[in-house]
């Protein structure tokens, strides 16, 4: 049966796309196939449903996703009454029901639609549904009391209409308010109840948006500095001297375009870091000469410069009521609506209160959902050498949002605050040394060639490595290596994990662990798997990273490994040992080695599953295995699969990543006795906090 959610308000400005934007990923990480119905729509795009198509790979018709246009229904409801209206968006509500598992539904926006007892409306169309109800309560500006006396009221209404609620959330309440107004929640109502301070930074308009507002035309920018964050206006008018104390961190500087002095001078302070400011709107269609915007194009890369033929004035009038919003082109923002939703609101207990039954199916996005849910549950520390590499910057702001784990980047403080700062990324950097304050995830930035753990680290390497002649002197110099440091502070105990090779190779990101880490006593070598994400299932790939050519040994203990890595992460281990022909009906030096290599892992431990020689068709499709190894356990349904050699693995990942979409979250790197993971130079943000994500888990099971 389709278990469908109702998420409604009860008055505009309530904030509730933070909620609608949770919950559905809360149901994507139980079921692959979840539907989105919005009974009544205005003309023109949902931002919101474009969000959700764009983010959870949505494969709807976008045409079942509407009920009507509200023009249509008000005209409806006044001609034929509200019985007909309600009969007709229950017939289409059930034709996306009958398609999928569960189903997401958006209420109304109470934002000029022309229907009366708007919410009496959405409690009945929840009943007729069968849907459960999620009611957002926006109280903005409102004191602990008054928030208590909405939350009551809007309960009081939707219960007295009958509706299953499986909680309330009060939304955008003052920070200062939203304690008391838990406690005095939590003690009158059945259901949970949660409570969401207001999050300035989804408030906070783009850059993006004040052009589209303004109609402005771009003179300088690039697509980072557009997608920054306005926090504040200031208006350019005095002097230099006297106007440049007034900036303040991501404000956007609004100056009349003759103003060279003011517009050179606001950048070259954002180029010197104080402060960080968001971009410059230029008023009345003046422009400053060519030597000018050179200057500013230089003073500060990427940084937009804005220009409109309207006054001052005006366009203070058109920005003032501006507010942020979450689209599909705001990717940051979602991810901090998400980190504020999973902060605030018990996930595990709603899960529970929406009775979604979890799919057989795990498709590549509820792999990742369960990542990231894990690591969470038990937060661990990851040092990222690369502090200051874009990627890395904008997977640590997801990182500490979402709360997956504390960390530490790497690299000159000043530098890498001021990368962040022009690519609008809100990290609080903790100074080396800072003692954090709050449960929060947080992020501190450290120099290897300033910190006081230099001179420690110097003397454990140069005693590690003494018998290959390092001194003290020349560990001094080596420590001060990001990868080195890294790893030394995992070794010491000072982070969990780490995670490197955004713009490393793979050499320098492993060397270190080798050297200082080692292999784990029962590991004889180093080896790596990758986690492929088919539409339907996970497999376990391995070794597609580490080991040119192994022999029947190393071969076996990559299958111990690779077996032991699946089950830490959900995937029972059906291990196939992969050649080029199946059972007894090849030989060869090649079929010889992996035939050893299986007996080797029977031997080892006979608990697994384990078949080889086998094809790769023989290891994962049924109707091959029922020909070729009809008796076999592990043949049709393989989930650990393990390649001969590098060759012949990294280049089937390759294939199959590329051929068949699949996800390919890895390297994972397997056998040190501490965590390390090493990342493709070309890895994607997602790809970062997945591999981190992982590397935190690997940190609990060791821990």
């Not at 004191?143 to 939707?158: G, I, K, L, M, W």
């Not at 422009?287 to 230089?298: C, F, K, N, S």
């Not at 990717?331 to 504020?340: H, T």
């Amino acid at each position: 049966m389709t278990r469908s959610v109702y998420v409604t308000g009860i008055g505009r400005g309530d904030g509730r796309q933070v909620v609608e934007l949770g919950v559905m990923e809360l149901l994507t990480r139980q079921v692959d196939r979840v539907g989105v119905f919005r009974p009544l729509m205005h003309e023109g795009p949902d931002r919101l449903y474009d969000l959700l198509r764009s983010r959870y790979r949505l494969s709807q018709p976008p045409e079942t996703v509407f009920g009507m246009r509200y023009e249509k229904a008000a005209a409806l409801q006044a001609e034929l009454g509200t019985d007909e209206l309600v009969s007709q968006l229950v017939d289409r509500f059930r034709a996306v029901a009958d398609e999928y598992e569960a189903v997401l539904v958006l209420g109304t926006d109470y934002a000029d639609t022309q229907l009366p007892a708007e919410l009496a409306l959405n409690a009945r169309l929840a009943n007729e549904f069968g849907a459960s109800v999620l009611p957002v309560v926006g109280t903005q500006g409102q004191d602990a009391e008054s928030v208590t006396a909405e939350v009551r009221n809007a309960h009081h209404a939707f219960t007295s209409l009958g509706c299953d609620l499986v909680a309330m959330i009060a939304n955008r309440v003052r920070d200062a308010e939203a304690g008391e107004a838990a406690r005095r929640l939590g003690d009158h109502l059945p259901e949970p109840v949660y409570v969401l301070p207001e999050e300035p930074a989804l408030s906070a308009p783009t850059v993006a948006q004040v052009r589209d507002t303004l109609g402005a035309e771009v003179l300088l920018g690039d697509a980072s500095g557009l997608a920054r964050d306005v926090r504040d206006f200031v208006f350019g008018g005095a002097h230099l001297p006297a106007f440049l104390p007034a900036l303040t961190e991501g404000c956007m500087v609004i100056t009349p375009g003759d103003r060279a002095d003011l517009i050179v001078g606001t950048l070259a302070a954002h180029s010197a870091g104080a402060p960080a400011i968001a971009g410059v709107v230029l008023t009345l269609d003046e422009q400053p000469g060519e030597e000018a915007m050179a200057l500013a194009a230089r003073l500060a890369p990427g940084t937009p410069v804005l220009s409109v033929p309207g006054g001052s004035f005006p366009t203070a009038a058109e920005l003032f009521s501006l507010e942020g919003k979450l689209t599909a082109a705001t990717p940051r923002k979602a991810e901090i609506a998400l980190g504020l939703f999973e902060t605030h609101v018990d996930t595990g207990r709603l899960t529970e209160h929406l009775s979604v039954v979890r799919s057989e199916r795990v498709t590549p996005m509820m792999f990742e959902h369960e990542l990231v849910g894990r690591s969470r549950d038990d937060r661990r520390h990851i040092v990222l050498p690369e502090g200051a590499e874009e990627r890395v910057l904008r997977a640590a702001e997801v990182l500490l949002r979402r709360g997956i784990c504390d960390l530490t980047l790497l690299g000159e403080p000043t530098a890498v605050r001021k990368r962040a700062a022009e690519l609008g990324i809100g990290l609080a950097l903790l100074d080396d040394g800072e003692v954090a304050s709050g449960p929060q995830a947080t992020a501190r930035v450290v120099d290897p060639q300033t910190s006081p753990l230099r001179e420690r680290f110097a003397e454990s390497y140069a005693q590690l490595r003494a018998h290959k002649g390092v001194t003290f002197e020349l560990a001094h110099d080596v420590v001060a290596d990001v990868s080195y440091f890294g790893t030394l502070m995992v070794r010491e105990g000072l982070a969990d994990g780490m995670v490197s090779g955004a713009v490393h190779s793979t050499a320098a990101t492993i060397r270190p662990a080798f050297e200082v880490i080692k292999t784990k006593p029962d590991a004889s070598i180093v080896s790596s798997v990758f986690f492929m994400c088919l539409a339907d299932r996970v497999l376990v790939y391995g070794d597609c990273a580490v080991n040119p050519d192994p022999n029947a040994e190393q071969l076996a203990d990559i299958a111990v490994q690779s077996a032991a890595t699946a089950a830490q992460f959900g995937v029972e281990p059906r291990i196939a040992m992969l050649s080029y022909s199946t059972g007894t009906s090849g030989s060869g030096s090649g079929v010889d080695k992996v035939r050893e290599a299986t007996a080797l892992v029977r031997e080892r431990r006979p608990d697994l599953l384990v078949e080889g020689p086998i094809q790769y068709d023989a290891a994962v499709e049924p109707s091959v295995a029922a020909t070729k190894l009809p008796e076999s356990k592990v043949a049709g349904q393989a989930t650990v699969l393990v390649f001969p050699d590098l060759n012949t693995g990294n280049n089937t990942y390759k294939a199959v990543q590329r051929s068949a979409g699949a996800v390919a979250v890895g390297p994972v790197l397997q056998g040190l006795r501490k965590p390390v993971n090493d990342l493709s130079r070309g890895a994607l943000v997602q790809d970062i906090v997945n591999t981190v994500a992982i590397t935190a888990i690997q940190a609990q099971a060791q821990s």
